[in-house]
């Protein structure tokens, strides 16, 4: 019997150190905080003027297509099976959705950093979710502006061949038209405030009207890195509460002196 026992706890150590090897392969194998952007480092940087191929045949300088509009930079590959085609949908779900957003003049800016896409694999991929609002631009570039542009904005990605997958950051990234980044969005699920909000903030100082109110949330809204989103500023809930506060004061004051003087008459 003790010999049995011994036999067992010997099997539960072997197998304890196997799934402690095996765990630590794993993470040894993937760790996603690899892929995760320094914003500190790239806010406030410019990106790569890249050439980009269009969907209509067309190559322009990257530069040349954010003249004069803040602009959405979207990377994803076209034969992606996963988190891409859910980011796209969800950001076309939310601008189709709001009439708000789509007055404003900006660029929504899908790129692939899959040196394979081709021409055809972009039209594709557009293909299952057309139509586009004219704010759509759809692109590939050549493998030196791949790494060139994706380099500049700190988007990380690497090719599982175990999976035959990429694995990649997720963000949308958004840039001032003289070519700045100004904010990361992370996630799949944008929210249509947090756009207005970014896209107000993209825009570099020009102030348009169908902005005002955008601009407008810059100051009741601020930005939490940790939730990826743009929360209500303590400051104007403070400052809210405070003049609350103050206001009902001074509604007493007002109501005890009125009182007061009708019982001196």
């Known amino acids: 019997m003790k010999i049995l026992f011994a036999l067992l ?10 799934m402690g090897t095996y765990r630590a392969g794993k993470k040894d194998f993937f760790d996603p905080e690899l892929l995760k952007i320094d914003e500190g480092k790239y806010i406030g940087g410019f990106v790569a003027n890249v050439p980009l191929r269009l969907s209509d045949g067309r190559t322009v300088e990257l530069y040349e297509l954010l003249k004069e509009r803040p602009t959405i930079l979207v990377f994803s590959y076209y034969t992606c099976e996963g988190s891409c085609p859910i980011r796209v949908d ?5 601008l189709d959705s709001s009439s708000t957003l789509q007055r404003r003049d900006f660029n929504v800016l899908v790129v692939s950093f ?4 081709t021409p055809d694999t972009m039209k594709s991929f557009m293909a299952k979710r057309e139509p586009f609002t004219k704010h759509w631009k759809f692109a590939i570039l050549d493998p030196q502006s791949i790494d060139r542009l994706t380099m500049s904005t700190g988007f990380k990605f690497f090719y ?3 999976d035959r997958t990429f694995v990649h950051t997720s963000a949308y990234i958004f840039l001032s038209p003289d070519g700045k980044i100004t904010r990361y969005l992370f996630g799949i699920k944008p929210k249509e405030k947090d756009l207005r909000i970014a896209l107000a903030e993209a825009e570099g100082g020009k102030v348009s009207l169908s902005s005002v109110v955008d601009l407008a949330l810059l100051v009741c809204y601020t930005y939490d890195p940790s ?9 104007i809930i403070f400052g809210g509460i405070g003049f609350a506060i103050l206001g009902s004061i001074a509604i007493f004051a007002f ?3 009125r009182l007061s003087r009708r019982e001196v008459q």
């Open 90 to 94: 969800n950001l076309k779900k939310v």
């Open 227 to 235: 939730r990826s989103s743009f929360v209500i500023n303590p400051t």
């Open 160 to 162: 599982s061949e175990r």
């Open 9 to 18: 706890l010997l099997a539960g150590a072997v197998l304890g150190n196997i």
């Open 114 to 117: 899959d040196k394979r896409d």
């Open 255 to 257: 109501v005890s002196n």
